[in-house]
């Protein structure tokens, strides 16, 4: 299903839809592995692989010339745009929920609104297990250095810079899937 996805708004974008299977696969693999060593939390695995394959389907439409990205939005919304992406094309809204949520380690109404990040005056926080462990893996890997795997510390640093409660919540994730 998302390999549709991607062929419809990829085409011709060659070294962007690189970039986008090449950190999304990453991110799923990781996701998954984690899933495998927590039965216990019942994460659907199938909607996971999905998920992460669909979570970046919005830089697309981001102007982040340095990732091959040639839109017009700034890439704090490429997660908005993923999720407008994913309910035109008629996806279960948890679909598009992954997309929208999976920025920083979630972002809050405050976060929002003090930083005066141009994203919808609402909460963007994942909130289901799935959602979670998405945005957890996704913070391991970048779309510069699609070759490499961030350590844990590597993964706080870059999310330290956000401010807020980012860290807390990221450390509430790795407390979940990786205690």
């Known amino acids: 299903m998302y390999q549709q996805i991607i062929?419809?708004?990829?085409?011709?974008?060659?070294?962007l839809r690189h970039i986008l299977l090449t950190h999304s696969e990453s991110v799923a693999?990781?996701?998954l592995r984690i899933a495998s060593l927590h039965p216990e939390l019942n994460i659907d695995?199938?909607?996971?692989?999905e998920a992460a394959m669909l979570h970046d389907i919005g830089i697309i439409r981001v102007d982040a010339p340095g990732i091959e990205c040639h839109g017009t939005e700034p890439y704090i919304r490429h997660g908005i745009c993923g999720?407008?992406?994913?309910?035109?094309?008629?996806?279960?809204?948890?679909?598009a929920r992954?997309?929208?949520?999976?920025?920083?380690?979630?972002l809050?109404?405050?976060?929002i609104t003090s930083q005066n990040l141009p994203l919808p005056h609402r909460d963007?926080?994942?909130?289901?297990?799935?959602?979670?462990?998405?945005?957890?893996?996704?913070?391991?890997?970048?779309?510069?250095?699609?070759?490499r795997e961030k350590t844990y510390e590597q993964a706080e640093k870059s999310l330290a810079k956000f401010g807020g409660n980012t860290l807390t919540r990221f450390r509430a994730m790795k407390n979940i899937f990786e205690p």
């Open 45 to 49: 695995t199938d909607f996971v692989r």
């Open 108 to 111: 809050t109404l405050d976060d």
């Open 124 to 147: 963007l926080q994942p909130e289901t297990l799935e959602e979670k462990l998405i945005c957890y893996a996704d913070k391991f890997y970048s779309k510069t250095h699609l070759d």
């Open 7 to 15: 062929d419809k708004y990829y085409v011709g974008c060659d070294a």
């Open 29 to 31: 693999h990781r996701a």
């Open 83 to 95: 999720a407008e992406i994913l309910r035109a094309e008629g996806l279960p809204e948890k679909y």
């Open 98 to 106: 992954v997309c929208e949520r999976h920025t920083g380690a979630g």
